[in-house]
């Protein structure tokens, strides 16, 4: 079945950029997207289509798309954005999935 | 405002069917396009797709649950149930709905506060 792999971990300074990557064969052809949950808290979708941002969504997170692969960016990295944040996207066939999860922790 | 609430049993025994109701506001799941999908997160680990139901009732589930889901819907209840059968341990988890926006393609941009459902004999 598809899978989205992704880093389980990254680790960065408040200010400083921190950038997530999300690896899939469909992702060529599909769309990826990004949650962003906080501990306790129901996921919270940051990016949609690759690369945009829905209202209230702080323009310090950014989205692309390159080849298998997806990435999403925090620039100015605050000690709120520590989180754990997840890809997803969905197949030919209407079926969907999550990546593996990534946590991101402010220095 | 879209809210969505899940409700249901909270601690279910090995072999029982779960039975999950997703209530919710501020949309139709009669509108084009619109969905409701349900997503669970065992404790501690990643996030899991299961099934979306659609406005025109076209469903899909996830290709290792699909013998064991069902999701249905009461438009007029503003109602989505998903029921999961032969529970097992390993469905202990916090289990979400969400509402699939159609402008935002194949995301889920509102979800439930989810509801936790534990399985132990």
């Known amino acids: 079945s598809y899978e989205l792999t992704q880093p389980p971990s990254v680790s960065v300074s408040p200010g400083q950029t921190a950038r997530i990557t999300c690896s899939g064969d469909?992702?060529?052809?599909?769309?990826g997207y990004w949650y962003q949950q906080k501990p306790g808290q129901a996921p919270v979708l940051v990016i949609y289509?690759?690369?945009e941002r829905p209202s209230g969504i702080p323009e310090r997170f950014s989205g692309s798309s390159s080849g298998t692969t997806v990435t999403l960016t925090i620039s100015g990295v605050q000690a709120e954005d520590e989180a754990d944040y997840y890809c997803q996207s969905a197949d030919s066939s209407g079926t969907y999935v999550f990546g593996t999860g990534t946590k991101v922790t402010v220095l | 405002q879209i809210t969505l609430k899940e409700s249901g049993p909270t601690l279910m025994k090995p072999t029982q069917t779960l039975t999950l109701t997703c209530t919710f506001s501020?949309?139709?799941?009669?509108?084009?396009?619109?969905?409701v999908g349900w997503i669970r997160q065992p404790p501690g680990k990643a996030l899991e797709w299961l099934t979306v139901?659609?406005?025109?009732?076209?469903?899909h589930y996830s290709p290792s649950l699909k013998s064991r889901l069902t999701v249905t819907k009461d438009t007029s209840k503003n109602q989505v149930v998903l029921t999961v059968t032969n529970m097992d341990p390993v469905d202990t988890g916090t289990y979400y709905c969400a509402h699939r926006q159609p402008n935002y393609q194949d995301s889920f941009d509102i979800w439930g506060q989810g509801t936790m459902v534990t399985v132990s004999s």
């Open positions: 289509k690759d690369s």
């Open positions: 501020g949309f139709s799941l009669s509108t084009s396009r619109v969905g």
């Open positions: 139901i659609y406005w025109d009732d076209d469903k």
């Open positions: 469909a992702l060529p052809k599909q769309y």
